[in-house]
């Protein structure tokens, strides 16, 4: 073999360039993703693997909340509330309505948009219930249709 004939061979690298071989970006891609799912793996293995690590001893000595505090926290009264019942609805002039409330035992008329006590305020007066807010929260208390002896006896009171 000649000198001339084998450097015939050769690809020039000057004027013309050799091409990559065919498909080699997908190529890269598949090993890249591979990588990718290896350290996953391994990381979810390790992390999954290891034991999980025993609460430091102040944090394990601090009590757990009451559920006082807990209501506290989440905007509850802490106070103990006096029960609110509804005794009868009042039908005013004009639209109006009143309600008759027990309050820890001392029944008076209230009428709608006025306090009950320090804690709740009568928002509105419906037919057959109340909605009273208290400290944010409001809730309806419907009316007592079976008294203390047991008969449904309901009484209304129309002006």
């Known amino acids: 073999m000649n000198a001339s004939?084998?450097?015939?061979?050769l690809p020039r690298f000057g004027a013309s360039r050799v091409a990559p071989p065919a498909g080699w970006p997908e190529r890269v891609?598949?090993?890249?993703?591979?990588?990718?799912f290896c350290?996953?793996?391994?990381?979810?293995?390790?992390t999954l693997a290891t034991p999980l690590r025993q609460p430091d001893a102040a944090v394990a000595a601090t009590p757990e909340p009451t559920h006082s505090e807990a209501a506290g926290l989440l905007g509850?009264?802490?106070a103990p509330q006096r029960p609110l019942k509804l005794v009868g609805v009042l039908s005013l002039d004009r639209g109006r309505a009143a309600a008759i409330i027990d309050v820890g035992g001392t029944t008076r008329v209230i009428t709608a948009g006025r306090a009950i006590d320090n804690d709740n305020r009568l928002v509105e007066v419906?037919?057959?219930?109340?909605?009273?807010?208290a400290n944010g929260a409001r809730s309806e208390i419907p009316l007592n249709?079976?008294?203390?002896?047991?008969?449904?006896?309901?009484?209304v009171y129309v002006r």
Not at 5 to 9: I, K, L, Q, V
Not at 29 to 36: R, W
Not at 145 to 155: D, H
């Open 5 to 9: 004939s084998f450097s015939a061979r």
């Open 29 to 36: 891609a598949a090993l890249g993703a591979f990588a990718v």
């Open 39 to 46: 350290a996953t793996l391994t990381y979810w293995t390790i």
């Open 76 to 78: 509850g009264n802490q």
């Open 126 to 133: 419906r037919g057959t219930s109340i909605v009273v807010e």
């Open 145 to 155: 249709t079976r008294p203390a002896g047991g008969a449904a006896e309901t009484t």
